[in-house]
């Protein structure tokens, strides 16, 4: 017996709630809700239709064997806002890069320790965001000259824009796993995103070796949202963060690695450079520079 006559996608789709923020939701009240928006699009377009056109123009997008014989009548409707629904036009459906450019931090000035190592993190910047490129290369230059304090020189950084679904433009860890997936980009990877959609928010997350063990995808990756107060510190806490394979903080207020950012706390300990330069060459995330290319 049939039970259905759709399977419709209702996993981890964006919605505002009722305090205006946006969030990730699932279960199948969403997926009725995507329904009744693309019969209200193509009622737009053909205001004339009566019910039975309007089934059967919705159920003409249906996938036949959707895999579920026994309990849907119709077959499966892929995520309808991927395609042209009357008067709405569709939402990009894939990733796409959009422009790649570079950008060059500023030159080290006089007493800043000779470099010996090389660092050049993949920036990606998600299209609607809120991240402007000069906003941008100011947080990388600000990264640059605090890793310098290492020897760690950056002498250009890879910066991607990229386009794709909505919901990429938020942080959640599952939207993560898609998007780094989709991107197929080097790493280390900064992923610049507008917002986070966690229960607990945090401004920028990141992953070394230690933290991804169940999303091995995310592996030396770096999430920061548009809403940090510093985002060159914070940006550099996180990829420290990274190059240590370590997720501890220190006490100290003026120290990087301290939790919370102040706008001048980026000082690092000479363990502290030790053991990022080590454990970031061991990885391959720093070259030495006597070999980088």
């Known amino acids: 017996m ?18 205006g923020r946006v969030r990730a939701v699932s279960g199948s009240s969403y997926a009725v809700a995507r329904v009744s928006a693309l019969a209200a699009c193509l009622l737009a377009e053909n205001p004339e239709m009566g019910t039975p056109a309007l089934k059967s123009a919705i159920f003409s997008l249906a996938l036949a064997n959707a ?31 959009v422009e790649t450019y570079t950008s060059e931090p500023e030159p080290a000035v006089s ?15 998600v299209a609607n965001s809120g991240w402007e490129h000069a906003t941008v290369h100011a947080a990388l230059d600000t990264t640059a000259r605090i890793l310098r304090q290492c020897g760690i020189h950056t002498p250009e ?17 599952d939207l993560a796993v898609e998007l780094v997936r989709e991107s197929e980009l080097e790493k280390p990877t900064v992923y610049l995103q507008y917002e986070t959609l966690k ?3 945090y401004d920028a997350v990141s992953y070394g070796r230690v933290n991804s063990q169940r999303h091995p995808e995310l592996a030396d990756t770096v999430w920061v949202t548009r809403q940090i107060p510093h985002p ?9 963060h990274v190059l240590m394979n370590s997720g501890q903080h220190v006490e100290d207020r003026s120290n990087l690695m301290h939790e919370q950012t102040s706008g001048d706390n980026w000082r690092l300990t000479p363990d502290q450079c030790e053991t990022l330069t080590s454990v970031g060459e061991a990885h391959g995330l720093l070259k030495r520079k006597s070999v980088a290319r």
């Open 2 to 19: 049939k039970s259905v006559d759709l399977m419709v996608p209702g996993e981890r789709q964006v919605v505002t709630g009722f305090n």
């Open 67 to 97: 895999g579920e014989h026994n309990h849907v009548a119709i077959g499966f409707l892929p995520d309808p806002v991927t395609r042209d629904r009357g008067h709405c036009a569709a939402q990009q459906a894939r990733v796409e890069l």
């Open 111 to 125: 007493g800043t320790p000779t470099p010996t190592h090389v660092f050049r993190p993949v920036t990606v910047i």
């Open 157 to 173: 950084i890879p910066i991607h824009l990229i386009d794709g679904p909505e919901r990429y433009r938020y942080y959640l860890q």
């Open 199 to 201: 229960k607990v928010p």
């Open 232 to 240: 060159g510190i914070g940006m550099a806490h996180e990829l420290v």
